[in-house]
């Protein structure tokens, strides 16, 4: 009872910094009920998240649960003109989320592909895994892409669109100007956290370069033997302990996930969505046939897995990367699910996925496809046999080198877009919806990286078993 006590009275303070902060002028009553209405607002969401549905729900039904608030709560914020509270307070929650996730994605991503390769330990088993690896990842990216192309020319989204032409090269509709002086809750999330939570092992590396030294670092351990272990079992706990850090880290899962929903309705409103509803229904029936093609024929065929029990075990990790857009953010939760939850090989799965939330984005391949297709055809533009085989191997190419982070595609997509002969500035047509359609691809990038993970290790002769127990819903 006191705890109780203890956390409600910090959650009103947290929530009256976020109300009174949140207004820009105290001076008439109007703010004052402002300030008042948005206090509430905050203590609920906190009260909810942390005291309330944690006694009836697991963490992947609380996860699935602020996923559709948090898009109904954007929704009601967009149409109370609220957004800015919606952005620059509530996301506070969302910012930290994410910062916490990314201060241990680069040890782990080191730490893991480390244990993978010495835990492989034979030279010629690790050439095997690391061969089926690149295999996987080339084959179903190609395929990726195939259906990208066939489904945005069979439904031709950018047919007649003639008048989103005057979208290339300028700022889409409904997305705001940059503020000029940012408010208090922009400062805590652009500058103050960041500064804070920054991880200082290996800051700003570029993943591949982590990536080469944990193999050859892993091989050299497994070459020296009985001589390595003390080192590896260093490695082998603080592999562990990185996991549970992650643990730790999921709590906040809800209200971040949450925050971050609400964040994106709120930017970008139902309405832009709307105006491009061919293109995303493009965009996302690709990323759906080829999500089907992974979980409905690779998963059971080729490692013998039923879609429904890798749909059990992997919802978390699909409901976190919606939420955050990004593979690397996810990739702690990849990985426990992958193995604990599902029973892939640990060793296998810490060799993949950390590469495969590197270079496997099958949804980022297909999405490159589909908008260049698209904006070619908004453009009027007729692209030769030739020019779309160029923008098939250029989307292929493109996700190899894509970031794991929101947004990272579009940085790219510039060479895509050379292949089919059309300016940077067309970006400018699809980049509206860009964070939605983001959520989505991300969800089929992990999932490719944890079935090839499954695949790899059942052609190993692993036994893809539970390691534990799956979470049972609390009782209150």
């Not at 009836?56 to 996923?67: C, G, K, S, V």
């Not at 593979?327 to 640990?346: H, K, M, N, Q, Y």
């Amino acid at each position: 009872m006191r705890r109780t006590v203890f956390a409600l009275a910090g959650m009103a303070l947290l929530g009256a910094f976020f109300g009174f902060a949140s207004v820009e002028t105290l001076a008439t009553p109007a703010g004052w009920i402002t300030a008042a209405v948005r206090t509430v607002i905050t203590v609920a969401v906190l009260a909810v998240f942390f005291l309330l549905l944690p006694r009836w729900f697991n963490l992947p039904a609380r996860i699935f649960l602020a996923m559709l608030s948090g898009a109904l709560a954007g929704w009601l914020f967009k149409r109370t003109g609220a957004e800015s509270f919606a952005i620059d307070y509530l996301n506070i929650f969302g910012a930290l989320f994410i910062l916490l996730l990314k201060l241990v994605v680069t040890p782990l991503i080191f730490v893991s592909i480390l244990c993978g390769v010495s835990g492989i330990g034979d030279p010629r088993k690790l050439g095997s895994v690391g061969f089926k690896a690149i295999a996987y990842y080339l084959g179903t990216t190609s395929v990726a892409v195939l259906i990208g192309l066939l489904c945005v020319s069979a439904i031709r989204p950018g047919a007649g669109r003639s008048d989103l032409q005057s979208a290339a090269g300028a700022a889409p509709a409904g997305v705001e100007s940059v503020q000029a002086r940012p408010s208090l809750g922009r400062v805590i999330q652009d500058e103050a956290l960041p500064t804070i939570i920054d991880n200082p092992i290996m800051a700003g590396r570029n993943p591949l370069t982590i990536i080469f030294l944990a193999i050859l670092l892993g091989a050299s351990l497994a070459a020296l033997g009985a001589r390595a272990q003390p080192a590896l079992d260093v490695f082998r706990v603080l592999d562990k302990a990185l996991i549970q850090l992650v643990m730790w880290v999921m709590q906040l899962a809800p209200i971040g996930v949450f925050t971050l929903m609400s964040k994106a309705i709120a930017e970008l409103g139902v309405d832009y969505i709307l105006s491009l509803a061919w293109y995303c229904l493009t965009v996302v029936t690709g990323l759906g046939l080829h999500f089907a093609f992974l979980v409905g024929i690779v998963l059971p065929v080729a490692a013998r897995v039923s879609p429904v029990r890798f749909l059990r075990g992997f919802a978390p990790a699909i409901g976190l990367s919606f939420s955050t857009s990004s593979s690397s953010a996810t990739l702690p939760v990849t990985i426990d699910c992958t193995t604990r939850r599902i029973g892939a090989d640990e060793n296998v799965a810490n060799f993949m996925l950390p590469i495969g939330a590197t270079v496997n984005m099958d949804g980022t391949a297909l999405y490159q496809a589909v908008a260049v297709l698209f904006i070619a055809q908004v453009l009027n533009k007729d692209l030769t046999l030739a020019q779309q085989f160029c923008v098939f191997l250029a989307a292929i190419m493109v996700s190899i080198g894509t970031a794991g982070i929101p947004g990272g595609s579009i940085a790219l997509m510039p060479l895509v877009l050379k292949q089919a002969g059309i300016g940077a500035e067309a970006i400018g047509i699809v980049i509206g919806v860009d964070r939605f359609l983001d959520m989505c691809r991300t969800v089929v990038n992990i999932t490719g990286d944890s079935v090839g993970a499954i695949v790899v290790s059942r052609s190993e002769g692993a036994v893809i078993q539970p390691h534990a127990v799956e979470e049972q819903a609390p009782h209150g």
